[in-house]
């Protein structure tokens, strides 16, 4: 089946830590998106990425980073310089021709 | 840059009929597309208007006016298991996508 999987479900963090995110997907879009959710909350962009080897920050950028060496591939790493990590984390990918976001199943990101 | 509003809460009774609304302001528009998420879910596409007017997929429509930056979310026949949260989102044309913050509609029995 085609989709986006997102590794781990739940993840803890310790201070000054860096922990990566995994976003794999097997349906051959080209953009890719991280978004944060807080409890109650919207969805906030972080990073998108539009093609390999290109991204672009979001509205929630700092304290993060991203890399798109392959198409299948958005892994997301939030530094010890992001000071609120606690969120629900998820990644997406469109589908160009419907501007139709599929997403993952989302990371629970908490510190310990 | 790019905005949404929408309502915090809609309550409504099963069976019955609710609109959501969601105001936007953009500087280049490129279409309103509609999200349900269930709480400790990932968000699900419901529908994407690109040009006036009313699209319709099944107990669900959805409203675009572009001179008024307005569309609404309109959902039929409640039942209960369309108690969730819906989002507003707004594609930009550099393929940056925002959300609204979301509306909860709390469906009573």
């Known amino acids: 089946d085609g989709g986006i999987t997102q590794s781990p479900k739940y993840l803890f963090r310790k201070e000054g830590q860096n922990v990566t995110l995994s976003c794999e997907q097997n349906?051959?879009?080209?953009?890719m998106y991280w978004y944060r959710q807080d409890p109650g909350q919207g969805l906030r962009l972080i990073y998108y990425?539009?093609?390999?080897?290109?991204?672009q920050k979001g509205d929630i950028a700092e304290g993060y980073s991203v890399s798109r060496e392959k198409k299948e591939s958005f892994p997301l790493t939030v530094t010890s310089a992001q000071k609120n990590p606690t969120a629900f984390y998820l990644c997406?990918?469109?589908?160009?021709?419907?501007?139709?976001?599929?997403f993952g199943s989302g990371t629970q990101l908490s510190v310990l | 840059g790019q905005s949404l509003e929408q309502p915090s809460e809609v309550t409504a009774v099963e069976g019955a009929i609710v609109q959501i609304n969601c105001t936007y302001q953009?500087?280049?528009?490129?279409?309103l597309s509609w999200y349900q998420q269930h709480d400790g879910g990932a968000p699900t596409f419901l529908s994407y208007?690109?040009?006036?007017g009313l699209e319709e997929t099944g107990r669900f429509s959805s409203f675009l006016s572009r001179s008024d930056s307005y569309g609404y979310l309109l959902l039929q026949e409640l039942q209960m298991k369309d108690s969730a949260s819906y989002f507003c989102?707004?594609?930009?044309?550099?393929?940056?996508?925002?959300f609204g913050k979301g509306t909860r509609l709390h469906i009573l029995p």
């Open positions: 997406a990918s469109i589908e160009s021709r419907t501007e139709k976001l599929f």
């Open positions: 953009t500087s280049g528009f490129y279409g």
């Open positions: 989102a707004l594609p930009g044309g550099d393929d940056k996508i925002i």
């Open positions: 990425s539009q093609i390999v080897n290109d991204f």
């Open positions: 349906l051959n879009h080209d953009a």
């Open positions: 208007n690109a040009l006036d």
